[in-house]
């Protein structure tokens, strides 16, 4: 979906969203009341390298209410373990997903917030966290010098994730960040960094990359780690360190990155062995 349709979709339907610009002429939009950031564009014209759940849309357009959440996809966060966290089938408590995130923004970025409190299942304790993220766009400078120097079209973010327990909490609590890319997508995992191609084929080929300060892909929460998936949104997931465990009040600090590229398949192919190897 191009930035113009979403934004197109988004404002018929009354969501708030907003909008910034990253790289040359790429593109961040977020979706606020979600917490999430929905697309990543590495030029105006360019398709969403993030997926977009199109049941979400569906259920905004006809007024659906029910209590099946229907998340609206693209890069979220949530807390890990998995296995504390997360009920029967994956189900994400709705403290976690979608939250109550609060919105600000200023000319460096954009910042999400929300408070909620969690049951973990196997420890048997309820925690009460706050979780932010602060998000900057990224110019073609900063990219290549994160990325190396290229003639791709591209955008990118720098996320600075905190997470605060509040109350004294036995369970290791872990930030985990997923990106969803759309199906199909080829995601490769090497050299630190989660790359996934996108229409690989095609003169319009595209590469979403995701990466972070310190922390692992995650393993045994988020599924295959690499492969390809034709059925289903293929996600590109990293977890944070742990935050301390025993004392009243604990933070943790966490940075992570996207950023998106586009342009003919061979090159994007090339680009992607660069930053797998």
């Not at 693209?74 to 998995?82: E, F, N, Q, S, T």
Request: glycine share 10%.
């Amino acid at each position: 979906m191009s930035l113009e349709e979403l934004v197109d979709t988004l404002s018929t339907l009354g969501v708030a969203h907003e909008v910034r610009r990253s790289g040359a002429d790429g593109a961040l939009l977020f979706l606020p009341e979600f917490g999430r950031l929905l697309g990543i564009w590495p030029h105006f014209r360019a398709e969403n390298a993030l997926w977009v759940n199109p049941g979400f849309l569906h259920s905004l357009r006809v007024g659906v209410k029910d209590d099946a959440w229907s998340g609206p996809g693209g890069d979220r966060v949530w807390l890990a373990p998995g296995a504390e966290f997360l009920g029967e089938g994956g189900a994400v408590p709705p403290a976690i997903d979608p939250g109550r995130y609060s919105f600000s923004s200023d000319r460096a970025g954009v910042t999400l917030a929300s408070r909620g409190e969690a049951f973990a299942r196997r420890t048997g304790v309820r925690v009460r966290f706050r979780v932010t993220r602060r998000f900057r766009p990224l110019d073609e400078a900063e990219i290549d010098a994160a990325c190396g120097q290229t003639f791709l079209r591209r955008s990118g973010c720098q996320e600075d994730l905190e997470l605060e327990i509040e109350g004294r909490c036995p369970v290791p609590v872990r930030l985990w960040s997923i990106a969803q890319a759309p199906p199909g997508s080829e995601l490769l995992m090497g050299n630190g960094k989660l790359v996934c191609v996108q229409d690989g084929d095609s003169h319009r080929a595209r590469l979403l990359v995701k990466t972070c300060e310190a922390g692992d892909p995650s393993k045994d929460d988020s599924g295959e780690a690499a492969g390809v998936s034709r059925s289903r949104p293929v996600e590109l997931a990293l977890v944070s360190p742990a935050i301390a465990t025993g004392a009243r009040r604990r933070v943790l600090l966490w940075k992570a990155f996207l950023y998106s590229f586009s342009g003919r398949s061979a090159e994007i192919r090339q680009f992607a062995s660069r930053m797998v190897y």
